[in-house]
Protein backbone atom coordinates (compact mmCIF):
# COMPACT_ATOMS: atom_id res chain seq x y z
CA UNK A 1 0.00 0.00 0.00
CA UNK A 2 2.55 2.33 0.58
CA UNK A 3 4.52 2.03 -2.74
CA UNK A 4 1.04 2.37 -4.51
CA UNK A 5 0.25 5.63 -2.53
CA UNK A 6 3.67 6.98 -2.78
CA UNK A 7 3.76 6.38 -6.41
CA UNK A 8 0.67 8.16 -7.09
CA UNK A 9 1.18 10.83 -5.07
CA UNK A 10 4.74 11.28 -7.01
CA UNK A 11 2.94 10.98 -10.46
CA UNK A 12 0.52 14.12 -9.43
CA UNK A 13 2.91 15.63 -8.38
CA UNK A 14 5.38 15.69 -11.45
CA UNK A 15 2.96 15.53 -13.59
CA UNK A 16 1.59 19.35 -12.19
CA UNK A 17 5.29 20.19 -12.05
CA UNK A 18 6.28 19.30 -15.82
CA UNK A 19 4.42 22.52 -17.49
CA UNK A 20 3.59 22.94 -20.77
CA UNK A 21 7.21 22.37 -21.85
CA UNK A 22 6.95 19.02 -20.58
CA UNK A 23 7.07 16.62 -23.71
CA UNK A 24 4.41 13.01 -24.07
CA UNK A 25 7.30 10.69 -23.65
CA UNK A 26 9.04 12.34 -20.40
CA UNK A 27 5.84 11.86 -18.58
CA UNK A 28 5.51 8.45 -19.83
CA UNK A 29 8.90 7.73 -18.73
CA UNK A 30 8.44 9.24 -15.91
CA UNK A 31 5.46 6.57 -15.29
CA UNK A 32 7.22 3.80 -16.07
CA UNK A 33 9.57 4.76 -13.52
CA UNK A 34 7.25 5.41 -10.30
CA UNK A 35 5.41 2.13 -11.02
CA UNK A 36 7.85 -0.12 -11.60
CA UNK A 37 8.49 -0.40 -8.02
CA UNK A 38 5.03 -1.71 -7.54
CA UNK A 39 5.67 -5.83 -7.03
CA UNK A 40 3.56 -7.51 -10.13
CA UNK A 41 2.30 -9.72 -7.37
CA UNK A 42 1.58 -7.83 -4.53
CA UNK A 43 -2.47 -8.22 -5.46
CA UNK A 44 -1.99 -11.99 -5.99
CA UNK A 45 -1.94 -14.18 -2.62
CA UNK A 46 -2.28 -17.96 -1.47
CA UNK A 47 -5.61 -18.50 -1.14
CA UNK A 48 -6.84 -15.25 -2.31
CA UNK A 49 -9.69 -14.30 -4.47
CA UNK A 50 -9.05 -14.32 -8.64
CA UNK A 51 -11.14 -13.57 -11.38
CA UNK A 52 -9.76 -15.22 -14.59
CA UNK A 53 -10.17 -19.10 -14.16
CA UNK A 54 -7.63 -20.97 -14.62
CA UNK A 55 -4.86 -18.24 -14.94
CA UNK A 56 -1.76 -19.40 -13.63
CA UNK A 57 0.86 -17.59 -11.64
CA UNK A 58 3.63 -18.25 -8.73
CA UNK A 59 3.54 -16.97 -5.28
CA UNK A 60 6.58 -17.78 -3.16
CA UNK A 61 8.27 -19.57 -5.66
CA UNK A 62 5.12 -22.14 -5.90
CA UNK A 63 2.98 -22.52 -8.57
CA UNK A 64 -0.71 -21.30 -8.15
CA UNK A 65 -3.77 -21.77 -10.25
CA UNK A 66 -6.90 -19.62 -9.94
CA UNK A 67 -9.78 -21.74 -9.19
CA UNK A 68 -11.93 -23.23 -6.74
CA UNK A 69 -10.29 -25.14 -3.30
CA UNK A 70 -11.84 -28.76 -3.51
CA UNK A 71 -11.84 -29.12 0.01
CA UNK A 72 -14.10 -25.83 0.74
CA UNK A 73 -17.67 -25.76 0.11
CA UNK A 74 -19.32 -23.55 -2.00
CA UNK A 75 -15.89 -22.47 -2.81
CA UNK A 76 -15.32 -19.05 -4.93
CA UNK A 77 -12.21 -18.45 -7.32
CA UNK A 78 -8.90 -18.28 -5.29
CA UNK A 79 -5.27 -18.86 -5.61
CA UNK A 80 -5.14 -22.68 -5.23
CA UNK A 81 -1.33 -24.36 -5.10
CA UNK A 82 -0.85 -26.68 -7.80
CA UNK A 83 -0.36 -29.32 -5.10
CA UNK A 84 -3.72 -29.18 -3.74
CA UNK A 85 -5.29 -29.53 -6.75
CA UNK A 86 -2.49 -32.90 -7.88
CA UNK A 87 -3.80 -34.35 -4.41
CA UNK A 88 -7.10 -33.81 -5.04
CA UNK A 89 -6.63 -36.04 -8.53
CA UNK A 90 -5.09 -38.58 -6.57
CA UNK A 91 -7.57 -38.84 -4.10
CA UNK A 92 -10.01 -39.18 -6.73
CA UNK A 93 -8.92 -41.42 -8.72
CA UNK A 94 -8.50 -43.76 -5.72
CA UNK A 95 -12.08 -43.30 -4.89
CA UNK A 96 -12.89 -44.13 -8.40
CA UNK A 97 -11.17 -47.37 -7.73
CA UNK A 98 -12.36 -48.13 -4.61
CA UNK A 99 -15.91 -48.52 -6.26
CA UNK A 100 -14.60 -50.42 -9.08
CA UNK A 101 -13.02 -52.70 -6.45
CA UNK A 102 -15.40 -53.05 -4.21
CA UNK A 103 -18.21 -53.94 -6.58
CA UNK A 104 -15.69 -56.23 -8.04
CA UNK A 105 -14.95 -57.77 -4.71
CA UNK A 106 -18.99 -58.08 -3.74
CA UNK A 107 -19.44 -60.26 -6.71
CA UNK A 108 -16.15 -62.25 -6.20
CA UNK A 109 -16.67 -63.15 -2.56
CA UNK A 110 -20.76 -63.79 -3.19
CA UNK A 111 -19.43 -66.74 -5.84
CA UNK A 112 -16.65 -68.14 -3.58
CA UNK A 113 -19.15 -68.31 -0.39
CA UNK A 114 -21.40 -70.16 -3.33
CA UNK A 115 -18.68 -72.75 -3.84
CA UNK A 116 -17.51 -73.27 0.17
CA UNK A 117 -21.06 -73.54 0.71
CA UNK A 118 -21.48 -76.33 -1.81
CA UNK A 119 -18.17 -78.17 -1.15
CA UNK A 120 -18.83 -78.42 2.37
CA UNK A 121 -22.52 -79.77 1.40
CA UNK A 122 -21.04 -81.91 -0.34
CA UNK A 123 -18.27 -83.04 1.97
CA UNK A 124 -19.68 -85.79 3.97
CA UNK A 125 -20.59 -88.04 1.16
CA UNK A 126 -17.01 -87.18 -0.81
CA UNK A 127 -15.46 -88.39 2.14
CA UNK A 128 -17.69 -91.45 2.84
CA UNK A 129 -17.29 -92.36 -1.38
CA UNK A 130 -13.00 -91.70 -0.18
CA UNK A 131 -13.26 -94.72 1.96
CA UNK A 132 -15.24 -96.75 -0.22
CA UNK A 133 -12.59 -96.40 -2.83
CA UNK A 134 -9.84 -97.17 0.04
CA UNK A 135 -11.57 -100.13 0.78
CA UNK A 136 -11.44 -101.26 -3.03
CA UNK A 137 -7.90 -99.97 -3.18
CA UNK A 138 -7.08 -102.42 -0.12
CA UNK A 139 -9.35 -105.54 -1.42
CA UNK A 140 -7.47 -105.10 -5.11
CA UNK A 141 -4.00 -104.69 -3.38
CA UNK A 142 -5.03 -108.31 -1.36
CA UNK A 143 -5.88 -109.93 -4.56
CA UNK A 144 -2.60 -108.84 -6.01
CA UNK A 145 -0.78 -110.79 -3.85
CA UNK A 146 -2.68 -113.45 -3.84
CA UNK A 147 -2.63 -113.57 -7.57
CA UNK A 148 1.31 -113.31 -7.26
CA UNK A 149 1.40 -116.21 -4.60
CA UNK A 150 -0.82 -118.02 -6.98
CA UNK A 151 1.42 -117.67 -9.80
CA UNK A 152 4.81 -118.46 -8.59
CA UNK A 153 3.34 -121.68 -6.99
CA UNK A 154 2.21 -122.32 -10.88
CA UNK A 155 5.84 -121.79 -11.87
CA UNK A 156 7.05 -124.18 -9.23
CA UNK A 157 4.49 -126.93 -10.66
CA UNK A 158 5.32 -126.36 -13.77
CA UNK A 159 9.42 -126.96 -12.83
CA UNK A 160 8.61 -129.96 -10.62
CA UNK A 161 6.65 -131.86 -13.30
CA UNK A 162 8.81 -130.63 -16.29
CA UNK A 163 7.60 -127.69 -18.42
CA UNK A 164 7.29 -129.33 -21.28
CA UNK A 165 4.96 -132.13 -20.13
CA UNK A 166 1.09 -131.75 -20.43
CA UNK A 167 0.65 -130.75 -16.58
CA UNK A 168 3.88 -128.91 -16.59
CA UNK A 169 2.40 -126.84 -19.71
CA UNK A 170 -0.83 -126.56 -17.79
CA UNK A 171 0.92 -124.86 -14.94
CA UNK A 172 2.77 -122.48 -17.13
CA UNK A 173 -0.67 -121.19 -18.63
CA UNK A 174 -2.26 -121.08 -15.14
CA UNK A 175 0.84 -119.58 -14.09
CA UNK A 176 0.64 -116.59 -17.10
CA UNK A 177 -3.08 -115.87 -15.91
CA UNK A 178 -1.89 -115.42 -12.60
CA UNK A 179 0.52 -112.90 -13.46
CA UNK A 180 -2.13 -111.30 -15.36
CA UNK A 181 -4.51 -110.79 -13.02
CA UNK A 182 -2.19 -109.82 -10.50
CA UNK A 183 -1.41 -106.95 -13.00
CA UNK A 184 -5.05 -105.90 -13.49
CA UNK A 185 -5.20 -106.15 -9.45
CA UNK A 186 -2.28 -103.17 -8.97
CA UNK A 187 -3.92 -101.17 -11.79
CA UNK A 188 -7.52 -101.29 -10.03
CA UNK A 189 -5.10 -100.60 -6.37
CA UNK A 190 -3.87 -97.34 -8.29
CA UNK A 191 -7.01 -96.25 -10.08
CA UNK A 192 -8.55 -96.55 -6.41
CA UNK A 193 -5.89 -94.93 -4.82
CA UNK A 194 -6.42 -91.90 -7.20
CA UNK A 195 -9.95 -91.41 -6.94
CA UNK A 196 -9.75 -91.64 -3.07
CA UNK A 197 -7.54 -88.61 -3.16
CA UNK A 198 -9.31 -87.15 -5.87
CA UNK A 199 -12.64 -86.88 -3.08
CA UNK A 200 -10.40 -85.61 -0.65
CA UNK A 201 -8.84 -82.89 -2.67
CA UNK A 202 -12.10 -81.62 -3.27
CA UNK A 203 -12.88 -81.19 0.50
CA UNK A 204 -9.04 -79.59 0.75
CA UNK A 205 -10.29 -77.35 -1.69
CA UNK A 206 -12.87 -75.13 0.77
CA UNK A 207 -9.62 -73.99 3.01
CA UNK A 208 -8.25 -72.86 -0.70
CA UNK A 209 -10.98 -71.04 -1.29
CA UNK A 210 -11.20 -69.13 2.11
CA UNK A 211 -7.79 -68.39 1.50
CA UNK A 212 -9.08 -66.87 -2.23
CA UNK A 213 -11.83 -64.94 -0.03
CA UNK A 214 -9.11 -63.42 2.44
CA UNK A 215 -6.77 -62.17 -0.23
CA UNK A 216 -10.11 -59.90 -1.73
CA UNK A 217 -11.03 -58.95 1.17
CA UNK A 218 -7.37 -57.99 2.18
CA UNK A 219 -7.42 -56.15 -1.75
CA UNK A 220 -10.48 -54.40 -0.53
CA UNK A 221 -9.07 -53.36 2.60
CA UNK A 222 -5.95 -51.66 0.99
CA UNK A 223 -7.90 -49.98 -1.60
CA UNK A 224 -9.69 -48.59 1.41
CA UNK A 225 -6.60 -47.57 3.03
CA UNK A 226 -5.58 -45.88 0.06
CA UNK A 227 -8.29 -43.39 -0.26
CA UNK A 228 -8.19 -42.85 3.48
CA UNK A 229 -4.55 -41.47 2.84
CA UNK A 230 -4.82 -39.44 0.09
CA UNK A 231 -8.17 -37.94 1.42
CA UNK A 232 -5.31 -36.76 4.05
CA UNK A 233 -2.79 -35.78 2.26
CA UNK A 234 -5.70 -33.62 -0.11
CA UNK A 235 -6.70 -32.08 3.35
CA UNK A 236 -3.14 -31.03 4.39
CA UNK A 237 -2.57 -29.78 0.74
CA UNK A 238 -5.62 -28.03 0.42
CA UNK A 239 -5.32 -25.97 3.46
CA UNK A 240 -7.09 -22.47 2.18
CA UNK A 241 -4.02 -19.95 2.31
CA UNK A 242 -0.99 -22.71 1.92
Same mark, same amino acid.
Not at 131 to 140: C, P, R
Not at 153 to 156: F, G, Q, R, V
Not at 223 to 230: P, R
Given at each position: MFFKSYGRNVVRISLKNLGKGATLIAATSLLMTTTAIIPAEAANKAGGSCTKANA???????NYVCTKNPTVKNAKLTW????? $? #?? /??? =???SNARLKTITDTAAKAIAAIDQQ??????????? &?????? =??? *??? #???LKQQDALVKAK??? &?DASRVGPTTQAGKSYTTAAEQWTKAARSYEFANKNFLRSAASLREKVNQVAQKEKQK???QQT $? &? /?? *?? &?????LQNRTNACKPGL
Open positions: KTKIGGDVWVGC $L #DS /NKL =YLDISALKAQAPQD &EADAKQ =YDQ *KAA #DAKAAI &EALV $L &E /NA *KS &EVQST
